[in-house]
């Protein structure tokens, strides 16, 4: 009860900036991009969708060593369209984008329908994206959109905090990871929507999918044979 009063709490003092698109119209930290003028803050909830811009859009959040964090991301495009959101490889920052309050059964990351999260992240170390902690708040993938996993690192940021709630199902995580060598994805004891591995790097790529809510008792392997 305490963590519902908590996660009401925080939800209703953060600040929700949302994307008009005024500046370069793909910066994240372009603050003529946002309302108030201002790019995010750790402060802030992010709300992705087409009241000011009408059309499909992208948004790439910043290359180099620059951390981003924000208290809850939702992506919610009108039907018909697509919002991408990318931390790019050339980000090397540990973590890229790091999102959530703390608290724990609220829903940090938020992906409706036409939504697609992309961690491409270029860093040594770390997740690239990743929930403030594993052991608070969720990843939810809600049917039609995706989550995509394109770097080398792990993916324990995103894929032990997924949501299973009704309207999940066929939320799409998706593991293309670069390159061309063996990728032992981690799945054991971890519930998908859908889950595919896509290898779009080397001559011979692969793609798998398994079906709609798909629990795996052990590692997989995709490769580029």
Not at 42 to 65: A, F, I
Not at 104 to 123: E, F, H, P, R
Not at 124 to 144: F, K, L, Q, S, Y
Not at 172 to 191: C, H, K, L, M, Q
Request: proline residues 5%; hydrophobic residues 35%.
């Amino acid at each position: 009860m305490l963590a519902g009063l908590a996660a009401t709490a925080t939800a209703a003092f953060a600040a929700t900036k949302t994307w008009t698109g005024g500046g370069d119209g793909i910066s994240w930290n372009d603050g003529a991009n946002w309302s108030g003028g201002t790019a995010p803050g750790s402060g802030d909830q992010v709300l992705l969708e087409n009241s000011v811009v009408g059309t499909s859009y992208q948004v790439d959040l910043p290359s180099g060593s620059t951390s981003t964090q924000v208290v809850r991301l939702s992506i919610a495009p009108t039907p018909g369209r697509t919002i991408t959101v990318t931390l790019p490889s050339g980000n090397t920052a540990d973590p890229g984008l790091r999102v959530g309050d703390g608290l724990a059964a609220t829903d940090d990351i938020i992906l409706n329908a036409g939504a697609v999260l992309i961690n491409a992240s270029g860093s040594a170390t770390g997740n690239g994206i990743e929930t403030n902690t594993t052991g608070n708040g969720t990843v939810r993938i809600n049917n039609g959109a995706r989550y995509v996993h394109a770097s080398t690192r792990s993916p324990n940021g995103v894929a032990p905090v997924l949501s299973t709630v009704a309207g999940t199902e066929n939320g799409e995580f998706e593991y293309d990871i670069p390159g061309t060598g063996v990728v032992n994805v981690a799945a054991s004891g971890r519930t998908y929507g859908n889950l595919t591995l896509t290898r779009s790097a080397g001559p011979r790529p692969t793609d798998r999918s398994a079906p709609a809510r798909s629990r795996f008792a052990a590692c997989c392997a995709s490769t580029a044979a």
